[in-house]
């Protein structure tokens, strides 16, 4: 199965796409996890992101569409993946297209995960990332209404909506079924 997650910030998209990819036995897939971990080991790339990811901007195309490359193209994505985060742009998903075509694979389904921006805030507020001000939090909502939400025309009849309010346990049920497994 490959899935493609989109949502507002603080949707619930990482914790939906850890239980799924657990239960599927394929990885999950997240661009911000990424970057983060190459802010971590103090990489080149890392040192790039973190310019954009402190104010809630999107690090630019070339450096995250390469990062996702090489990542679906590792032995561990062959049988399927989940990517949570990416693609955020019509350019990243043109990009991810081809890199699927590259392969000889195409999507399963796109979810799209939706909440009520109240909700949003107060479970972003409370999990405390260093980039979860409030005013970051807004600029990501921002950029996401701006470059991320026409993904969901783009992606046309692919796209499953998922109500994200709810326990998670909860949410996965209506992930499954919305998948049919
Ligand atoms: P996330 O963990 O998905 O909320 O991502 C955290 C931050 O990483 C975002 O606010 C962006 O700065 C950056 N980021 C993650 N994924 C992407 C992407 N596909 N394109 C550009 N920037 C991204």
């Known amino acids: 199965m490959r899935l493609v997650i989109l949502g507002p910030p603080g949707a619930g998209k990482g914790t939906q796409a850890e239980v799924l990819a657990a239960s599927l036995n394929i990885p999950h897939i997240s661009t911000g996890d ?20 402190d104010d809630g901007n999107l690090v ?17 994505a ?15 998903a043109d990009a991810l297209t081809v890199i699927l075509a590259e392969l000889g694979e195409s999507l399963t389904a796109v979810l799209s995960f939706e909440i009520a921006e109240d909700i949003v805030v107060e479970r972003m507020l409370a999990r405390g990332r260093e980039d979860d001000t409030e005013e970051v939090i807004r600029n990501r909502m921002r950029v996401y209404d701006a470059e991320t939400a026409p993904l969901l025309d783009y992606y046309g009849v692919q796209v499953k909506t998922i109500a994200g309010v709810g326990e998670v346990d909860e949410v996965q049920a209506r992930v499954r079924a919305a998948l049919g497994i």
């Open 78 to 92: 062959a049988q399927g993946f989940i990517l949570d985060g990416f693609p955020r742009s019509l350019e990243q």
């Open 60 to 76: 630019p195309a070339e450096i995250t569409i390469e990062m996702v490359r090489s990542r679906v193209a590792e032995a561990d």
């Open 34 to 53: 990424l970057f983060r971990a190459n802010i971590s080991a103090g990489t080149q790339l890392g040192v790039e992101a973190k310019k954009y990811m």
